[in-house]
């Protein structure tokens, strides 16, 4: 068992050899994969993809690169398209003021909305954060106060102190390629250290192929270099690391447990 739990198999790049980059995901035995969206538009798309293929399944959310060109967007609208069988999560949404595509405060609302969705619907909110530690943890922290939902970190790449706040609030962190780069000493020190039952494995393909394969596309069968590389860096067997990712992964996503 391995899952992929953070792929985008519709953005451009993978949708041209969708059913290659599936095949070549299932001969490096990769059994599951969760198939991110990023804009309202393309949620039809993701969602046919997980309908079509036994092994993948979808979330509805807006990234905070689309906070603007969604300037609408509301938890009933989250919560109705989540309603779908093969809707398993609630993302991906949060703050990305590295590269602050879209206006912070709107990038704020729209997180907000998608935690409250998480929280109606019960589904695991999918949270993308990069240099904006402090306001994600705020938000988090003052969201669950007002009633319990549950989550993800993706791509986790931020310090120890925000893994810490992250765990304390239950939720799981999901590591990516970016662990096997030469100078993520931090954050493979900080994978160490990390409860071996909240632990993920993604690709966030077409992005961030893991070492061997950089410069290429990521797709989701470098997932298990990923895994490997992680697996000899906390001292477990490889096949210890890819049953607990994966376990872990069904316990967080029930709905494709269920
Ligand atoms: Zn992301
Ligand atoms: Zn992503």
């Given at each position: 068992m391995l899952v992929d739990s953070h792929c985008h198999l519709n953005y451009a790049g993978l949708i041209e050899q969708q059913?290659?980059?599936?095949?070549?995901a299932r001969a490096s035995g990769v059994t599951t994969m969760l198939n991110i969206s990023t804009r309202e538009r393309e949620w039809d798309?993701?969602?046919?993809?997980?309908?079509?293929?036994?092994?993948?399944?979808?979330?509805?959310?807006?990234?905070?690169?689309?906070?603007?060109?969604?300037?609408?967007?509301?938890?009933?609208?989250?919560?109705?398209?989540?309603?779908?069988?093969?809707?398993?999560?609630?993302?991906?949404?949060g703050l990305d003021y590295y590269y602050d595509h879209s206006d912070r405060g709107r990038q704020q609302a729209s997180f907000r909305a998608h935690i409250a969705a998480a929280r109606e619907t019960g589904l695991p909110l999918i949270v993308h954060t990069r240099d904006a530690e402090e306001d994600?943890?705020?938000?988090?922290?003052?969201e669950m106060g007002k009633g319990a939902y549950r989550g993800v970190i993706h791509c986790f790449t931020a310090s120890a102190d925000f893994a810490r706040i992250a765990l304390d609030l239950g939720f799981y962190i999901s590591i990516s390629g970016i662990v096997t780069f030469k100078n993520a000493k931090d954050?493979?020190?900080?994978a160490t250290t990390l409860p071996g039952d909240r632990l993920?494995?993604?690709?966030?393909?077409?992005?961030?192929?893991?070492?061997?394969?950089?410069?290429?596309?990521?797709?989701?069968?470098?997932?298990?270099?990923?895994?490997?590389?992680?697996?000899?860096?906390r001292g477990e067997t490889d096949e210890e690391l890819m049953a607990g990712t994966s376990r872990n992964f069904f316990s967080l996503f029930d709905k494709a447990a269920a």
């Open positions: 059913a290659e980059i599936l095949a070549r798309a993701v969602i046919a993809t997980a309908e079509r293929e036994a092994d993948v399944w979808a979330s509805v959310g807006i990234h905070p690169h689309e906070a603007d060109d969604h300037p609408d967007i509301d938890t009933a609208r989250l919560v109705a398209a989540s309603a779908h069988p093969r809707v398993i999560g609630i993302g991906e949404t994600t943890a705020a938000i988090l922290t003052e954050l493979q020190a900080t993920l494995v993604e690709t966030d393909a077409p992005f961030l192929a893991p070492v061997p394969h950089r410069g290429k596309p990521g797709e989701p069968a470098f997932v298990a270099d990923t895994a490997r590389f992680l697996a000899g860096l």
